[in-house]
């Protein structure tokens, strides 16, 4: 099969032709219809986020059809299936049995540990791959497999905040300002300064009001949530953060967060991170983009153009999602 191969940090992938996998027990074997692009795979890139045995398949918004290997109840053969960032677990750790599967300390990930969906196809735990509502087309719904997972856990880590400002309108916070605004919530978006088109797409999503991360929003917010990988942020959310707000900081990697006054936090307000996902986070995340609906904005590449794409998406090239195409 064509893939597009991680070989080192700070090289670009490498097109190569390499053997199909072999489902194995317990795992499906996917041809990939689309794959989402995410910062996180700029972090793997850069050596940020370490790849513990390369030469790895990127890749962790995977959206497929099964076609090999034994599908559980649930899944078919022919199925269209989602397979997000987290691809295994033990089930046996603490974290396991109390419902914190994402906290998993031997827990392997998509396009990191496991091959991912920069490929023709790609072999998943059955575990962790989930059926698609009917609605959804791979190319859309990719994004959902991270960018909307990971806003979603982030989003209910802020509990019920009214006034919600999103820090980095990218692919997470497009999905996330359409679920919290049907959740009749007050969004608040900020982005790169000068970013007009960023802050245009946001005011068309639902946010109520767009500027750039220096900027004081007309309401001070109850809960905040960080997509930019950028530190200085965080004293810049808990500035406009009301009494018992919460900043959410929602990257696998982030800059060093600068020093800040007490005074900033005082008051019950809470900095907090949000690591990975768990399987009731997908159930519960692809039937509410289904009922609202969620439309994504996505930007296509076929698989040879992957750096490119990986480009455009270091750059803010476009809004949206960009997703990959075998």
Do not use: K
Request: some cysteine; aromatic content about 8%; hydrophobic content about 45%.
């Amino acid at each position: 099969m064509r893939a597009m191969l991680f070989e080192a940090p700070g090289s670009p992938l490498r097109a190569a032709e390499v053997p199909v996998p072999e489902p194995g027990p317990g795992r499906l074997l996917v041809e990939v219809e689309a794959c989402g692009l995410c910062r996180t795979d700029l972090h793997l890139l850069d050596g940020e986020v370490d790849v513990p045995e390369p030469p790895r398949i990127l890749g962790h918004q995977i959206i497929g059809r099964v076609i090999g290997g034994e599908a559980p109840e649930g899944l078919e053969q022919g199925g269209l299936v989602g397979v997000p960032w987290l691809g295994w677990t033990c089930g046996e750790c603490a974290y396991c049995r109390s419902g914190r599967e994402n906290l998993c300390p031997r827990a392997r990930f998509t396009g990191r540990d496991i091959d991912g969906g920069m490929a023709e196809y790609a072999a998943a735990d059955a575990r962790y791959c989930f059926p698609l509502p009917a609605r959804f087309e791979a190319l859309q719904a990719a994004p959902l497999m991270c960018a909307g997972l990971i806003g979603y856990r982030a989003l209910r880590l802020c509990g019920e905040a009214y006034r919600l400002g999103l820090y980095g309108f990218g692919a997470a916070a497009h999905i996330l300002a359409q679920v919290a605004a049907a959740e009749g919530r007050r969004v608040f978006a900020f982005t790169r300064a000068g970013d007009a088109a960023a802050q245009d797409f946001a005011l068309e999503l639902g946010a109520i009001w767009a500027g750039d991360s220096a900027q004081t929003p007309p309401e001070e917010l109850d809960g905040a949530i960080i997509f930019a990988p950028a530190g200085e942020l965080v004293p810049q959310a808990l500035r406009v953060l009301a009494p018992g707000g919460t900043v959410v900081c929602g990257g696998i990697h982030m800059s060093d967060i600068p020093a800040f006054p007490y005074e900033l936090l005082w008051h019950e307000r809470t900095v907090r991170s949000v690591a990975n996902l768990t399987r009731g986070d997908a159930r519960e995340l692809l039937a509410l983009a289904a009922r609202i609906p969620v439309r994504t904005s996505v930007h296509e590449y076929p698989l040879e153009r992957a750096n490119e794409a990986l480009g455009d998406l270091r750059a803010g090239a476009f809004t949206g999602a960009g997703v990959i195409v075998p």
